[in-house]
């Protein structure tokens, strides 16, 4: 607290006597008495109830031991100076453009949405011909650009399927332990990115723990122990939306995002913040196999083979460690688990390579969802171990049999889940709840339903005007 001690307050404060006549209508400064001479046990008094006040302020406890530094590594300003063009900046901020005004127009031009066509068509206006700009056409505009320091670079890979497709799969992608090294480096970020697991408590008794970013959850802790000593833990988020399409040319896509949960949730979860990168654009398959359950199962295959691949540097860094720099260029030996996969039911399905009658975090199927006692979790050791037998009934390669054994068991038929190898990652843990259907719509269609048919319609909306 900022308050001054009891001993100080009564060394400033004075009292007005009741038994001393006043001399005048306002008084003296004989009509006043000092607290210390009528009220000595005030101090403790004042000292007592602001020591209780004390004891009452959250409390906060720190992961002793994690994230060490490791030397010296890089920051931001040291990537934007490494620069081939740095020396050109110097004289000209706004290189390769000539002015902030030109750099303005071609920012907007670029994030406008407009095509290629339509940006040629503007810049062929009398108008904008007139402020004589650097660029002429759209093309021209794309090279000044590709000039400018840029993120993590794309790479493109060809994508080998079990069963044919009509046209052949790509998937662009870029480094995954790059694109979290950017957001560390973000300028948007700094000072909102934390690397220590903590607890945090409402008072010194520490019997109610305050939950509030990710880093204060009870799986951040239990993560960090099962690091070496000095690690840094970095969260992963995964984000996807196969609803989300995105037109790849001739071809379709739908995005993978990712960010860290180490960022602040305030601030990654605000779209502005730009906390979330594109990592891959998923490659949407149209298989020419004559049954269309079994194009779903192969689909639901490809998807995992492609993310597999995406992630790869970060199983390695879950496995081993990546050694990364801070915000302030201090580096760290760093571990990426996977702590959150951000997705709508259906794609929570296919993810943990579950039926859709089945639980994707528990062990539970769609007979047992209203039952009043909770079913194990659905754990990567249960899903190995369900994997495990399947194979010994059929081989993988036999799509139908194959797909008939994994339905026994809840299972989607999915081979080789792309989690399955990546250290430290649980299925019931990284799959988070889904507001649409897990909150809305069950409270739209389950339980605004029962409160209906128990009050009646006609108490149930007075009861809701009264909010």
Known sequence: MNQPRGCCITSQLRIKSSETPFSGADGDAGDWIDMDSGFDGLADEVFDVEME??????????????????????TFMDVFDADPFSSERQHNLFYPFSSGAEWK???WLANSGLSMAAIDECLSLDVIKSQRFSFKTAKALRKLIELLPSGPRWKCRSVKTESPTRHALQVFYRDAIECLQHLIH?????????FVPEKIYSAADRTQHIYTDWLTGDRAWELQDALPDGATLLGVVLSSDKTHITQVGNRQAHPLLISLANISA????????????????????????????????????????VISVVVKPLKMAAEVGRMMSDPVGNLKYCFTPLVAYIADTPEQHVIACVTDNASAISMAVSNRFGDPLCCAAR??????????????????????????????????????????????????SFLTPEVLHHFFKM?????????????????LDFRFSLL
């Open 186 to 194: 973000s300028p948007s970020n700094n000072g909102l990115i934390h």
């Open 105 to 107: 127009f071609a920012s």
């Open 443 to 459: 409270f739209w269609d389950h339980d605004r339903k029962w409160c209906s048919r128990m009050l009646g319609a006609d108490e």
């Open 53 to 74: 006040t004390r004891t009452h302020e959250p409390v906060t406890e720190l992961y002793s031991g994690a994230s060490v530094n490791y030397g010296r590594g890089y």
């Open 266 to 305: 305030d601030v990654r979860r605000k779209g502005s913040m730009k906390s979330y990168v594109l990592l891959a654009l998923l490659p949407v398959p149209r298989f020419v196999h004559p049954n269309k359950r079994l194009r779903g199962v192969l689909a639901s295959r490809l998807l995992h083979q």
């Open 379 to 428: 754990t990567m050791s249960k899903t190995r171990q369900l994997l495990i037998a399947v194979k010994r009934e059929t081989r993988a390669q036999n799509l139908s049999s194959y797909f008939q054994a994994c339905r026994k068991r809840q299972l989607n038929g999915v081979a080789s889940p792309f989690w399955l190898d990546w250290a430290l990652v649980e299925p019931s």
